[in-house]
């Protein structure tokens, strides 16, 4: 199981000590949350662009981006240049199936792995028909929006139904949780049967980066 660092709470004045920290204690990602201030509230596009800018010139660890944006294919045009190794939009961003299929496309067009996102609400039997065209399904296990939440439980009997699906149909899609995952309920999302865990700020709050992820590893 791999660990995508969720950098949405990371303070602006020692961001870059914080990358290099993390990359020290053997984060596998760093998950960068897009926010566009309409499909969510928040809107965190300038800090994330600016995170990325740093980030790229301190480590080639792999950008795992999370859009939870409306116009996913806008904001596809503005990351392409920090050379993620996935993106990952919202499947309830789109209006139509079409749409999906164009997004992917475009996203692989570019040579960037392509991931579908579902809020808490969103059923999985909705994505499988794009299962054998992307590369990973991220399952949100709160409302996305922000950090710091309580992970939703009737979540995690969604990734159980996926992991089943996943394996049953001999895809090789990954499964990616995030939302509220922390030392207290990294195991029941393990067993639930995940392949990246996101945590954001169980991480970048805890004394130890390099022991915290360890933990989580284990
Ligand atoms: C929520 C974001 C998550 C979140 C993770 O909208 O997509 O990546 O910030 O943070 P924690 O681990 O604090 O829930
Ligand atoms: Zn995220």
């Not at 950098?7 to 870059?16: A, D, K, P």
């Not at 990358?19 to 926010?35: G, P, R, S």
């Not at 009737?154 to 949780?177: G, P, S, V």
Request: net charge negative.
């Amino acid at each position: 199981m791999y660990i995508s660092t969720s950098i949405l709470s990371v303070e602006e004045q020692n961001s870059t000590k914080t990358f290099y920290n993390l990359e020290e204690a053997k984060t596998d990602y760093f998950h960068i949350d897009v926010m566009d201030g309409k499909f969510v509230e928040n809107n965190t596009n300038e800090k994330m662009l600016n995170y990325c800018n740093i980030i790229k010139q301190i480590s080639n660890l792999p950008l795992d981006v999370h859009f939870m944006v409306n116009d996913v294919k806008k904001f596809v045009e503005e990351y392409i240049k920090f050379e993620p190794d996935i993106i990952t939009f919202h499947y309830e961003s789109c209006s139509s199936d079409e749409e999906v299929m164009e997004l992917i496309n475009y996203i692989k067009e570019n040579n960037i792995k392509v991931g579908i996102s579902i809020k808490p609400n969103t059923t999985v039997e909705r994505i499988y028909k794009f299962l054998p065209y992307i590369h990973l399904i991220l399952v949100m296990t709160v409302e996305p929006g922000k950090g710091g939440q309580e992970l939703i439980p009737e979540t995690l009997e969604k990734i159980e139904i996926l992991r089943k699906y996943i394996d049953n149909n001999n895809l090789d899609t990954y499964i990616e949780a995030d939302g509220g995952i922390n030392l207290n309920t990294i195991d029941s999302i393990k067993n639930a049967g995940i392949d990246i865990a996101v945590s954001g700020s169980a991480i970048i709050k805890s004394e130890n980066y390099k022991e915290t992820i360890k933990k989580l590893k284990m």
